[in-house]
């Protein structure tokens, strides 16, 4: 078979398949001898040309999968009625992350990570099929334990769990939005110097220059202590509040 016509049987079931397709599928589906290695290379081959269409092809969940451009996500969500409300709640993240980073682990050793029931949380995530049933612990009740699933890795867009963020990626990326953030500062306060400056005064008469401000003048008074500098004192809170 030559290699463009195995190309666009390759490209055509990709647009048909629902989910991720591995070079072993397209083996065991040709069934004519062709290597896992040369499938893989026409996937590569085909996911480097679609880098430059309107559709892109991704390797997830161990497979290749023909996807749709996250900047036309809006109009594809609107054209299938699909609802945003069906993300996942925080609570349900917060399990996943446990499950994901942690797995396999029982309910009840989730439950005592975060602090709270987490019955409910597991049920949601089993129906969604992004976590599954991992055999039971050896343990008294033999509890089941859980872990993630190969629909996990399509919902986020993993290769494979090692694709996972680490705490120095976290680390990171926290330490970036913080010195982000503190730039913005850093502009707005030099923005507002700017507006304050003599110039500003001048083309907005409402803001008050240093010299408009009104003075304060205090009375002098004289030292009792003989060959001493007269010296001037502002009245302190305390005399304002007796009244002196």
């Known amino acids: 078979m030559e290699r463009e016509e195995l190309k666009a049987i390759v490209e055509n079931i990709l647009l048909a398949s629902d989910q991720p397709v591995t070079p072993g599928d397209?083996?065991?589906?040709?069934?004519?001898?062709?290597?896992?290695?040369?499938?893989?290379?026409?996937?590569?081959e085909l996911q480097q040309e679609y880098q430059a269409r309107n559709l892109r092809i991704d390797e997830v969940?161990?497979?290749?999968?023909?996807?749709?451009?996250?900047?036309?996500?809006?109009?594809?969500?609107?054209?299938?009625?699909?609802?945003?409300?069906?993300?996942?709640s925080q609570p349900s993240l917060d399990t996943l992350s446990i499950i994901a980073y942690k797995q396999p682990l029982t309910k009840q050793e989730v439950e005592e990570i975060r602090g709270v029931d987490c019955g409910g949380v597991i049920r949601t995530l089993l129906d969604k099929k992004i976590v599954g049933p991992a055999g039971r612990k050896k343990a008294p009740g033999r509890p089941i334990m859980y872990r993630t699933?190969?629909?996990?890795?399509?919902?986020?867009?993993?290769?494979?769990?090692?694709?996972?963020?680490?705490?120095?990626?976290?680390?990171?990326?926290?330490?970036?939005?913080?010195?982000?953030?503190?730039?913005?500062?850093?502009?707005?306060?030099?923005?507002?110097?700017?507006?304050?400056?003599?110039?500003?005064?001048?083309?907005?008469?409402?803001?008050?220059?240093?010299?408009?401000?009104?003075?304060?003048?205090?009375?002098?008074?004289?030292?009792?202590?003989?060959?001493?500098?007269?010296?001037?004192?502002?009245?302190?809170?305390?005399?304002?509040?007796?009244?002196?």
């Open 26 to 44: 397209l083996q065991s589906m040709l069934m004519n001898g062709t290597e896992k290695a040369d499938l893989r290379s026409v996937l590569e």
């Open 61 to 88: 969940a161990g497979g290749f999968q023909l996807c749709t451009r996250i900047e036309f996500s809006d109009w594809v969500r609107k054209f299938l009625k699909l609802d945003k409300t069906t993300k996942l």
């Open 149 to 244: 699933t190969r629909k996990f890795l399509e919902y986020f867009g993993l290769k494979d769990l090692a694709d996972l963020p680490t705490l120095e990626d976290l680390q990171e990326e926290l330490q970036g939005e913080l010195e982000n953030n503190v730039q913005e500062e850093m502009d707005f306060n030099s923005s507002q110097s700017e507006d304050a400056s003599p110039e500003s005064a001048e083309e907005n008469p409402g803001l008050l220059r240093s010299e408009d401000a009104p003075k304060v003048i205090v009375p002098e008074r004289k030292s009792s202590i003989p060959d001493q500098e007269d010296t001037v004192s502002s009245p302190s809170v305390n005399d304002l509040d007796s009244g002196a």
